[in-house]
């Protein structure tokens, strides 16, 4: 009797142990699949997300020659700076094709540069020494000589860069970026006076 009454408590402690296993793994299960959400989450958040490269002048615009005669009124100018491509805030490349920076004095074009194409590794920024000549012969009807008159002539530098991003050499994502950059240069001084890019 004693014999049949251990086989049902060991039969019982079999089937106890058999769902303490069950329930431990479904623990582990879910920690599992908690993890993986945090993991893909965290992932769609930071590293997939695809953010838009900048794309600016270089700060350090050195002018190598600045004529001006605001009685003409007219211009002639060269001065060298860096074209910066920033794919700092991507987890992947950014090819891009090439392009064209023009100049202008109140949509007036007064110089272009032309962009080869090229690739920003990812969470980097890509700097171009470029040289630029500028001159005022296609400007008509506009307050250039009093501008010049005054010591500071503004110019605008503009431009668009169509790429791809690629991320993980899986997700390629088409991105477009602008330079809008408004440029102040002291007639006077023949420097740079001041820059602002958007």
Do not use: H
Request: include cysteine; charged fraction near 20%; aromatic fraction near 8%.
């Amino acid at each position: 009797m004693a014999w049949k009454t251990n086989d049902a408590e060991s039969l019982q402690s079999s089937d106890e142990l058999k769902r303490q296993k069950k329930i431990k793994m479904a623990i582990y299960i879910t920690i599992f699949v908690v993890f993986q959400i945090i993991v893909i989450t965290t992932m769609s958040l930071t590293v997939m997300k695809v953010k838009t490269p900048k794309f600016r002048l270089g700060s350090n615009i050195n002018v190598q020659s600045f004529e001006s005669v605001p009685a003409t009124p007219s211009f002639d100018m060269k001065f060298t700076t860096q074209i910066r491509i920033k794919n700092s805030a991507n987890w992947g490349s950014y090819k891009f094709n090439a392009a064209n920076v023009t100049f202008q004095y109140q949509g007036a074009t007064v110089g272009v540069i032309n962009i080869a194409k090229g690739k920003a590794g990812w969470l980097s920024t890509i700097k171009r020494n470029v040289e630029v000549s500028l001159n005022s012969s296609e400007i008509t009807g506009s307050n250039l000589g009093s501008e010049l008159s005054r010591g500071v002539l503004t110019l605008n530098s503009v431009g668009r860069l169509n790429g791809k991003v690629a991320i993980m050499f899986i997700m390629k994502k088409k991105k477009a970026t602008n330079m809008n950059c408004t440029i102040a240069f002291d007639v006077a001084a023949k420097t740079l006076k001041s820059l602002q890019c958007k």
